[in-house]
């Protein structure tokens, strides 16, 4: 498969993602059992990230593990901003910019300060509402980000991750 192709079928992948890791309902207890789940599985294979779980106007979680550093903190602000304005899992958005700097293209006038083009967003989305806020990990390689946050997704809404994972890159 060519290289173009193989990208839109991984994009086409990540969008079914964001529509099958949707919530029925979503609130402060929701999101200390999510991010205490990534934090868990994290810990477990020894991975050094820092999650965070924010509604669009408060931030409800927030952990970090061994590995660190105040870097991760300002990534996730960077993608949390780029999952605030596309309402996208920000993985999406790097495939589909197809950039190696981690910033959008100057025409569209985000702030490379305040908008890091790269994965490990992912919109919370509540059916009947819409995208209320995200998910962010930092810390592995930008696809083990995106990939580290559907896995908890998945096994916290129950969804067989075999058929939500992306392919091997």
């Given at each position: 498969m060519a290289k173009g192709e193989?990208?839109?079928?991984?994009i086409e992948h990540i969008i079914r993602q964001e529509e099958a890791l949707t919530f029925t309902r979503f609130d402060e207890n929701t999101?200390?059992?999510?991010?205490?789940?990534?934090?868990?599985?994290?810990?477990?294979?020894?991975?050094?990230?820092?999650?965070?779980?924010?509604?669009?106007d408060r931030r409800l979680f927030f952990a970090a593990t061994a590995g660190t550093s105040a870097d991760n903190h300002e990534w996730i602000r960077r993608k949390f901003n780029v999952v605030r304005r596309f309402h996208a899992a920000t993985?999406?958005?790097?495939?589909?910019h197809n950039r190696d700097d981690s910033m959008f293209a100057p025409h569209r006038g985000l702030n490379v300060e305040d908008y890091a083009l790269a994965g490990g967003g992912f919109p919370i989305r509540v059916a009947g509402i819409g995208a209320i806020g995200a998910v962010v990990v930092?810390?592995?390689p930008q696809r083990e980000d995106h990939n580290l946050v559907v896995r908890g997704l998945a096994v916290f809404l129950g969804l067989d991750l075999a058929?939500?994972?992306l392919p091997s890159a």
């Open positions: 193989e990208i839109r079928h991984q999101a200390f059992e999510l991010g205490s789940l990534i934090r868990n599985i994290a810990l477990e294979e020894k991975l050094g990230v820092a999650i965070d779980i924010s509604l669009w993985y999406r958005l790097v495939l589909q930092s810390g592995l058929g939500l994972a």
